[in-house]
């Protein structure tokens, strides 16, 4: 992955290659509307931001990728387990906004989706066969509970896909290097299956610090998604300041970015 600009938008793009997705990939901080400590592309509802410069902010997203901002589908993100799926074509996508769940999956063309983060990890997946896309809000709750692997299978039993030939990028979150958690993470971790040992590294008594690029990837891979076709942008939020909103560097103030996918 790497950054890229159209339009004002500066964005980490995936390298899905040739697929019948128009746009996808992972925004930055930069050239939006918003105002310290939001400074200054926040595109969060949930964030308290003016929300005249969040409508902004994803009007400014999506005009410069050519698409009408009632294109654009999010969700009320609640890191929990439930997936959205939208199957059909809707004369009203904004309602979604209200939907509380933490995935969306859609076959419908000219429908943007996302998810907003400032620490978890942004996910998409894309099964260009079926033409099935998906975005997945990943923190520790959501990754213990297995939601990437869950949103894969929710791919096979809604649209008859194949693990085989979905493609996924994970964006950029919080990195291991500044990402230090506890033990009652460690146990969800235990319990939902997740090997500790391969996404974690001790960080003194009961403390561990955690990657969740990678606890991620082990789940794309348990569901069945080839190896070579996980993409790691490998990019730690909290470090970058410069690119990216931290909810943890910056004590719970600041803005969100976004993980976004579309098919043509």
Same mark, same amino acid.
């Given at each position: 992955?790497?950054?890229?600009?159209?339009?004002?938008?500066?964005?980490?793009?995936?390298?899905?290659? *040739?697929?019948?997705?128009? #746009?996808?990939?992972? *925004?930055?901080?930069?050239?939006?509307?918003?105002?310290?400590? %939001?400074?200054?592309?926040? +595109?969060?509802?949930?964030?308290?931001?003016?929300?005249?410069?969040?409508?902004?902010?994803?009007?400014? +997203?999506?005009?410069?990728?050519?698409?009408? =901002?009632?294109?654009?589908v *999010? #969700?009320?993100?609640?890191?929990?387990?439930?997936?959205?799926?939208?199957?059909?074509?809707?004369?009203? %996508?904004?309602?979604? +906004?209200?939907?509380?769940?933490?995935?969306?999956?859609?076959?419908?063309?000219?429908? $943007?989706?996302?998810?907003?983060?400032?620490?978890? @990890? &942004?996910?998409?997946?894309?099964d260009?066969?079926?033409?099935?896309?998906?975005t997945?809000?990943?923190?520790?709750?959501?990754?213990?509970?297995?939601?990437?692997?869950?949103?894969?299978?929710? $791919?096979?039993?809604?649209?008859?896909?194949? &693990?085989q030939?979905?493609?996924?990028?994970i964006?950029?979150?919080?990195g291991?290097?500044? %990402?230090?958690?506890?033990?009652?993470?460690? =146990?969800?971790? #235990?319990?939902?299956?997740?090997?500790?040992?391969?996404? *974690?590294?001790?960080?003194?008594?009961?403390?561990?610090?955690?990657?969740?690029? @990678?606890?991620?990837?082990?789940? +794309?891979?348990?569901?069945?998604?080839?190896?070579?076709?996980?993409?790691? @942008?490998?990019?730690? #939020?909290?470090? =970058?300041?410069?690119?990216?909103?931290?909810y943890?560097?910056?004590?719970?103030?600041?803005?969100?970015? $976004?993980?976004?996918? $579309?098919?043509?």
């Amino acid at each position: 992955m790497q950054m890229k600009r159209t339009g004002r938008i500066h964005y980490v793009a995936t390298e899905f290659g *040739t697929t019948p997705c128009s #746009v996808q990939g992972f *925004t930055s901080r930069h050239e939006g509307v918003s105002r310290p400590p %939001y400074n200054s592309l926040n +595109l969060g509802t949930t964030t308290l931001d003016q929300p005249h410069n969040v409508e902004g902010n994803r009007s400014l +997203l999506t005009r410069s990728f050519g698409i009408a =901002q009632e294109a654009l589908v *999010t #969700v009320r993100q609640v890191h929990g387990s439930d997936i959205l799926v939208i199957d059909e074509p809707n004369e009203e %996508y904004g309602h979604f +906004l209200s939907v509380e769940c933490d995935a969306i999956i859609t076959n419908q063309p000219n429908v $943007m989706i996302g998810v907003c983060v400032a620490d978890c @990890a &942004p996910i998409l997946l894309l099964d260009p066969v079926k033409q099935v896309i998906a975005t997945v809000h990943a923190g520790w709750q959501g990754t213990a509970a297995g939601l990437v692997a869950k949103t894969v299978a929710g $791919m096979v039993s809604q649209f008859g896909c194949s &693990p085989q030939s979905v493609q996924a990028a994970i964006g950029p979150c919080i990195g291991q290097c500044c %990402y230090e958690v506890d033990a009652p993470v460690k =146990q969800a971790f #235990v319990q939902g299956g997740i090997p500790w040992e391969q996404c *974690t590294q001790p960080n003194g008594d009961g403390k561990w610090r955690l990657d969740l690029g @990678a606890a991620n990837r082990e789940l +794309l891979l348990y569901a069945g998604v080839p190896e070579t076709a996980i993409q790691v @942008a490998g990019m730690c #939020v909290c470090c =970058q300041k410069e690119l990216f909103f931290s909810y943890r560097r910056d004590g719970g103030e600041t803005g969100r970015q $976004m993980g976004f996918i $579309m098919l043509a």
